[in-house]
């Protein structure tokens, strides 16, 4: 059979990556489903933290998801307690704000990166169990990133830091 596409260089193959992706009761069904994607693309377990602002089987995910949902390490944690109880390495927040600039920060192949709530953040509870805290710089007047789009960027900081691609 004659192939369509070229094969990709070795190089944009990512390998497994033991760095994760959490979504702490997430709002956004779009959102969790463009992140599942990603998750799948790239090789990250994605944990998602209920509970969640909408049913785990909304057709808004699905369709963002698209069919990688299936290609996609998820668990489900009925709470955040349960989520710590299993957890590997350091969880690190991705805030708005407060911590380290993401490219300043020396990521760790065992890491989670936590992503709060669309709505309403990440509660100070769950805040003071984070082993740290990054952010992404940006200019003054703008409130935040869409939450794909910030755990896009500091997901593929995490990996570069971490050997999660091939060098090229």
């Known amino acids: ?8 260089p070795d190089c944009c193959v990512p390998r497994k990556a033991p760095v994760r992706l959490a979504l702490y009761q997430p709002d956004i069904p779009q959102n969790t489903g463009t992140l599942i994607r990603l998750g799948a693309c790239l090789g990250v377990p994605v944990d998602i933290i209920e509970p969640c602002g909408f049913i785990l089987d909304d057709r808004r995910l699905r369709r963002s998801a698209m069919d990688y949902a299936e290609l996609a390490e998820v668990t489900r944690h009925v709470n ?6 299993t957890r590997p390495g350091r969880v690190v927040l991705v805030e708005t704000e407060q911590g380290v600039p993401y490219t300043s920060f020396a ?4 890491d989670t990166l ?3 709530r669309e709505t309403a953040g990440t509660p100070p509870d769950v805040m003071a169990a984070c082993d740290a805290r990054v ?3 940006m200019r003054p007047g703008v409130r935040s990133l869409n939450q794909a789009v910030a755990a896009s960027m ?5 990996l570069r830091q971490t050997g999660g691609f091939r060098p090229g």
């Open 1 to 8: 059979m004659r192939r369509l596409v070229p094969a990709r």
């Open 80 to 85: 955040w307690p349960a989520f710590q109880a």
């Open 107 to 110: 990521f760790r192949a065992d």
């Open 114 to 116: 936590l992503l709060g």
């Open 135 to 137: 952010y992404i710089p």
């Open 154 to 158: 500091v997901l593929g900081e995490a």
